[in-house]
């Protein structure tokens, strides 16, 4: 059946944005007096991702101090975290060309700080719609915001495709019965594709 939707993941699918996410991190346990993640050996570099910050700063912080850290806001700019988050290889020339035959949306654990990424990038009229963690009850990985993608479009489960780069996005696509490309990724045996101009292969 022909694809009529692609479902883009946005942090490390993309765009890179790991040294953004480890730095917004950083900032915030350093303010809370807590020990710095080892990000490139510990698991946590890898599930950063595909957790929100919720999820994420609520594995060593609750109640009063967790509302807190959650509040806190690190003195450091959207504008220089975008500036060390480039976009991923193939980007900017696969989406004109896929956007002519498919729908293009994102779903996405970041909030709505993803508005000024997508227009520091000129590439927002690619995707007119985006669900953030902020717009589902559940996040990835529940299937929640791919279901209200495809409920938008009027479109199926096999018209439809998922490219993430975490085990969040990998069981977000299985429980929404969408079909899953890794993005520089292996996970549980999914198609990889290193650059975006890949995904026509797949349609």
């Given amino acids: 059946m022909q694809t009529k939707l692609i479902i883009y993941d946005f942090d490390g699918v993309l765009v890179d944005s790991h040294r953004a996410v480890y730095c917004y991190y950083d900032a915030v346990f350093t303010k809370f007096n807590l020990p710095l993640i080892d990000w490139e050996h510990s698991e946590l570099g890898k599930l950063a991702y595909g957790l929100t910050h919720v999820q994420l700063l609520s594995r060593y912080a609750t109640g009063a ?78 299937p929640e915001g791919a279901q209200k993608i495809m409920a938008h479009y009027g479109v199926s489960t096999a018209e439809s495709i998922f490219i993430g780069d975490s085990e969040a996005d990998y069981f977000a696509a299985k429980d929404a019965g969408v079909r899953f490309i890794s993005f520089n990724s292996v996970l549980f045996g999914s198609p990889i594709i290193h650059d975006h101009r890949e995904v026509k292969k797949y349609l």
């Fill in 65 to 142: 101090e967790l509302e807190a850290m959650l509040n806190y806001v690190p003195d450091i700019t959207q504008e220089e975290l975008i500036a060390i988050s480039p976009l991923e290889k193939g980007v900017l020339e696969a989406l004109p060309e896929l956007a002519k035959s498919c729908h293009l949306a994102i779903c996405t654990n970041r909030g709505h700080s993803i508005k000024q990424y997508l227009d520091h990038y000129d590439i927002e009229s690619f995707f007119p719609y985006v669900i953030t963690a902020s717009d589902v009850a559940s996040p990835k990985p529940d």
